[in-house]
């Protein structure tokens, strides 16, 4: 089926629930009126239908081919051609900065037009992905010469760029690297050594590719502060010159088969340091921070796309008959939409969807408070959450989209495992989200060991003054009670892991994930008491689109009946500590 843009729940969760329709009162984001952004993100959205998805089995079917004489390799029919089209549109360029050619519209908008091209086709999606990180890590912390350089043709799409931290022996523990930055009498570097799983680390899309790659300097110390951050183009942008990078290999992969995973071997390179020597992890962070939002959204892309899937299949799948009586008397069988248990796997989906989403328009509109706003305390305060809340929307919504993959292939009973129909691509293909930019492991322990603690726990004080101020101001808040439950149970949770985990860091280890997912419910389950609030209001009021509203009011019944009661489970599971997560002894594993 053709993908739709889910739009009008777009519009309603940024313009009548959040504080979208606010950008328009900051000075840089003064043109994102609502008409614009709703504007842009129709045309978004035909993108996405008409040019990103008609390529997206060839991508998978085909995949990326290398030459190993060349050294070359050739995406899947259609992918040059939609990329062209992507960029020639300006897509590429939509919350890039306006100096280098970038269109300078809310990081909001971005995030959402990420659903839009992660639901149509996340291969491709990861070429202009991982362009527009090296795009921020560039404008954060390179040189003026190096900016000239390199972002107006990143920024227009006419290069693509790659993140080059991992190695054949590191993935995680990046104090590991190897590869070695040695300095030349220029000012430059040469570059030796291997980079593995590279997203586009060679394809061709573009002329140019420009590498960042994390190496280290002569006597560097032997940890992640002795890591610096390198640009490394594939041709000199002086002389046009072969840079000595080239890809070794791509790898062969369960999923998003599209998209070039490359083995890149630096045989003496030319690079150009970026930022402080040994100060490479802090700029690899502000790329990995956005790729990290980035992937979530291809999470809650995926989760878009089955979900429009397994709705289309239900209405049309004719199997049994109804369990209050035939709704298709007609036909030889009712559409499995009838079934309780159909429904239920489809009510999930959609409740989890709008809620991730929601959560995503939250953190978009918190990162353009965070950089745009005027006053200081509330960029800070907005900065904060954007901090604290950037593993949980990697984590969950990768997680969700990844099981909201498989519910959808479940609504499809066998259909759903066969080639013939998209579901099991969609499942293979967001495997992944759930491991690459710190795997949601790392992610929960970075929310523990990190996030809670930092400045002195002020990060997580804002999120409980916005539960709980919310709580206070509106006691008659739809499914306030068992809105106030979570927020307990995320406040015995936080406490719990304070006291505990500070004794034996271990304990923060058992429970850092339990305690990311026990996050995440609460803050979605705050999201959707305030989208019922909305939705009953407007629907009071004889406004608004009637089904959206009443449907809304559903889902959240639903969302706080059958999924937020996990959250007990959950506070249980961390509060349960780490014996059983640490007991076994080395020859008990396999006794
Ligand atoms: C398709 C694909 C594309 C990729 N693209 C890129 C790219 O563009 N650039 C790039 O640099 N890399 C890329 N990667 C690499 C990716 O980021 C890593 O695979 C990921 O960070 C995990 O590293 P690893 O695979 O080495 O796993 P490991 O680090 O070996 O981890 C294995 C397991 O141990 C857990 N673990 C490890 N250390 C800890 C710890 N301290 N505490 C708790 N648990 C821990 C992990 O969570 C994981 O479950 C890509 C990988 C793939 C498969």
Redesign the pocket.
Known sequence: MQYQAPLNDIKFVLFDVLEGTKLQDLEKYAEATPDLIAAVLEEAGKLAAEVLQPCNKAGDQEGCSYDPETHEVTTPTGFKEAYRQFTEAGWASLDAPVDFGGQGLPHTLKLIVDEMVCSANLSLGMYPG?THGSISALYAHGSPELQQTYLGKLVSGEWTG?????EPH????LGLIRTKATPLDDGSYELEGT???????EHDLVDNIVHLV?AKLPGAPDSTKGISLFVVPKFLPDSGERNPVFCGGL?H?MG?KG?A?AVMNFEKARGWLVGEPNDGMRSMFTMMNEARLMVGMQGMGVAEMAYQESLAFAMERLQGRSLSGPKNADGPADPIIVHPDVRRMLMRQKALNEGMRALALFIGTQLDLSVAHPEDDVREAADDIVQLLTPVVKSFLTDEGFNNANVGLQVLGGSGFTTDWPLEQLVRDSR?TR????????QA?DLVGRKLALKGGRLIGRLFDLLNGYLTENPAAPHHDPLAAAVKALEEGTGWIATNGMQDPEEA?AAATPYLRLTALTVIAWLWSRMAAEAKRQLDAGEGNTPLLQAKLVSAQFYFDKILPEAGCLLADLRSGKASVMGLEDDQWVA
């Open positions: 991982l790659t993140m080059c931290l991992t590191c993935g995680t523990d980079k593995i799983w590279i997203t586009g680390g994390l790898e992969k998003i998209s995973t992944i491991i690459y930019e710190g795997t949601n492991g790392i322990m280890g």
